[in-house]
């Protein structure tokens, strides 16, 4: 039995072939077709040299062709990389000799990047443009277009065997440091990850083709957009257990708060998943002015960043039979715990959710923390976990550790348990500020921040003082084009001990962020090096 990403994706084809698998634009593609297109890319990446074990980068945002890509590397039981469309060239240089990349599928608007890549990565030998709207010269380092690439080649699946122990490698966001990549079985990722265990109920899917026969007895599928980029292993695998279940993945390649509602509209999508309030907020707004019509809309998943509470009311407002549900976890981790909000839920208890039946805190010196009220650890998660990062022993060590005899991954956020038996999380503990030997944890301060209406979004960080060590300061967003940083101070102290709130300032028109919505601290730490601080009166 092979719990491959490939093999999964096979059967959900064999199950419901004539059935919409994606829409990207004015573009529909049924299973049949992706699985064809697939096949074909990968009897290309074949001819030229790509095999089993050698490294793809995928360098496009959201789109048919990125997938098939993804799906091409699986069959061959080559590795798919994805590489962030925001990078510019010595980051992408990094990404490809870090993963060592040996073919990339790309974007033609990205030719002079990768140009500039290609002569300095003598192992990267294989490249295959995406036309689009630009008419940037490709050929020069011996690409080819992707279409010219499929041309010609079988559409068939006669491919070797695939094995559950194929290696999948996700690299991170770089919110601590460099991208790392992170090594994962199929069969860990899929149920870590990508449903193959009910993370609600704990059950496991039993075999294979379970998910397959499942699709092929329902009439219809569900429709997910899934809006952060496939970069982040949330989008990847939102788009997996909706193809492996037989349902339709709609892809809104630039975000665009408009166009999702629109496209919610058109295609009757019926879950979106985000990141956090970053997605969530001018979706919301965009709601508000556009008036659309999204009966089909019963749920919006947030993966990675919580939804704050102020927003959850708002949302549940607007959408009365909406399940908000929190997912949490990271690309070392995969799914560590989630929450479900609906108009009859308590979500007044702040970043809550209920930990998975692998899921555990970790002291700082390494023991399982007693789940009792009010102990605080680092989440940790033991099952089906990673093997460690790529090329990186070293860090590998740092976070995967055996406790008891049982090998946990801890990526570092910390958690607190509840009464209720749910955890309160508190950050990731590389952005915990000590002022005065008091830690705050940046989430807690930013959520009582988003919760004043006149803030659109805010980050916190720590900054340096003489007589504290360090200081609480925020990078703040305002909604219109003032702010009464008075008033969002008194406002923020009757959510917070006073010695979390911050005590400078910065306003900001845009806030920075990484292309999936998550916070981007180091961005924030330099934009507070280099402008002046908003005043705030003396206390």
């Not at 960080?461 to 909604?479: C, K, M, N, T």
Request: charge should be negative; glycine fraction near 8%; include cysteine.
């Amino acid at each position: 039995m092979s719990f491959n990403v490939a093999d999964l994706f096979e059967h959900a084809v064999d199950a419901v072939p004539d059935r919409v698998a994606v829409i990207c634009g004015e573009r529909r593609v049924t299973y049949r077709e992706l699985d064809e297109r697939a096949n074909r890319l990968a009897h290309h990446l074949s001819a030229r040299g790509i095999g089993h074990g050698d490294h793809v980068g995928v360098y496009s945002r959201n789109s048919i062709e990125a997938l098939e890509a993804m799906i091409a590397a699986y069959k061959l039981r080559a590795v798919s990389v994805s590489v962030n469309y925001r990078y510019v060239a010595e980051e992408v240089r990094y990404i490809v000799d870090n993963a060592d990349l040996k073919a990339l599928v790309f974007e033609r608007a990205y030719s002079d990047i990768v140009a500039e890549v290609a002569a300095l990565s003598p192992e990267l030998t294989e490249f295959i443009a995406v036309e689009d709207d630009s008419a940037l010269d490709y050929m020069r380092f011996g690409g080819i277009a992707y279409d010219d690439a499929l041309a010609g080649q079988s559409g068939e699946r006669d491919f070797a065997a695939r094995s559950s122990e194929d290696l999948y490698l996700l690299y991170t966001g770089g919110t601590t440091g460099m991208p790392k990549g992170v090594m994962w079985t199929h069969e860990d990722v899929w149920r870590a990850l990508g449903g193959g265990i009910n993370h609600v109920t704990g059950e496991y899917v039993a075999d294979e083709w379970e998910l397959a026969n499942n699709a092929k007895s329902a009439p219809s599928g569900i429709v997910m957009a899934p809006l952060s980029p496939l970069i982040h292993g949330a989008a990847q695998w939102a788009v997996f257990i909706a193809l492996n279940s037989g349902g339709t993945v709609v892809f809104v390649p630039q975000f665009d708060a408009h166009e999702v509602w629109r496209v919610v509209q058109r295609h009757r999508v019926n879950v979106l998943t985000v990141v956090g309030d970053a997605m969530a907020r001018p979706l919301l707004d965009a709601y508000r002015e556009g008036g659309y019509d999204t009966p089909s809309l019963w749920a919006l998943s947030s993966h990675a960043a919580l939804f704050s509470h102020a927003l959850k009311q708002q949302y549940l407002e607007l959408f009365p039979n909406l399940f908000l549900t929190d997912v949490i976890g990271s690309s070392e981790s995969g799914s560590t715990g989630l929450a479900v909000v609906g108009k009859d839920s308590d979500h007044s208890q702040g970043p809550r959710v209920k930990f998975g039946a692998q899921a555990a805190l970790i002291d700082d010196d390494g023991n399982l923390v007693e789940p009792v009220p009010g102990a605080v650890g680092r989440m940790a998660r033991k099952g089906h976990v990673p093997l460690g990062y790529y090329k990186d022993p070293e860090k590998s060590a740092t976070i995967f550790l055996e406790i008891d005899g049982t090998r946990y991954v801890v990526p570092g956020d910390y958690a607190r348990y509840e009464a209720d038996g749910t955890v309160t999380l508190l950050g990731r503990g590389s952005e915990c500020i000590n002022t005065g030997g008091e830690k705050v944890f940046p989430e807690e301060v930013e959520g009582a921040l988003k919760s004043h209406p006149n803030v659109f979004d805010a980050l916190v960080i720590a900054v340096p003082d003489e007589r504290f060590g360090q200081r609480v300061a925020a990078l703040v967003q305002p909604r219109g084009t003032s702010l009464d940083l008075a008033e969002v101070d008194a406002h923020v102290r009757t959510q917070v001990a006073g010695y979390k709130a911050p005590r400078t300032y910065w306003l900001v028109e845009q806030m920075t962020r990484q292309p999936s919505g998550k916070a981007n601290y180091a961005a924030a730490k330099r934009y507070a090096a280099e402008h002046a601080e908003a005043g705030l009166p003396p206390r």
